[in-house]
């Protein structure tokens, strides 16, 4: 797993949804947001591999036997097949989308057939988890604002291009988020790029501003949909 920023980002997952994805226990969704940021993160990668040498541990003192070290080799060998991988994108594939996300967005993110939902802002969706966790890409203009909103279901995010802001400090590329319903917020986008976002919501958006009571219906049904 290799990426061309070298730099890491200074917002992570937190610790229990690394270990998930080592244990291959999260929702796609979720795990979908770990490996873009993983793409981006030598911090979170080298993380990985110290939980996934230990989960191969454990799992040899579970269960002990005779081809267990050569099990554990095979493994290993993969693993690191796996994180070295170097294989140049299909001609077409913009270099600059995450791996992981090169199945939802094969000409680049100009090319996807994005609808607009505000002034500011536009989206689409890539897919739905089987939880109902819609996994979508979200564009925020050049100084461009997000409603301010709570979130009824936690929402992830991992800013794949240009950077924002918001009540708690600045994100950029490679930067994951963890927001859930306590956490009431306006992002914003830095005014000299767009600004394109890997957005993954577990229940509907509750705007919290002057629009509220008109608005909210109308989410809750289109999230529903
Ligand atoms: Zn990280």
Redesign the pocket.
Known sequence: MTTANHS??DN??PDELLIGYSAGSLPLSQALCISA??EH?N??QR?LQRLNLVGSALMQQLQPSPTSARLKSSILDQLDNLIEEQTPPPSGTDSSVPRCLRQFIRGGYHNLNWKRVSKDISRIELCRDNNGARVELLKIRPGGAVATHTHLGDEYTVVLEGSFSDEKGLYQR?D?LRRDHNDRHTPVATHDRECICLAVSEGPIQLTGFFSRLLNPFIRRTHAG
């Open positions: 890491s980002p992570h997952p940021h993983l993160c911090t979170c993380k490679g994951f």
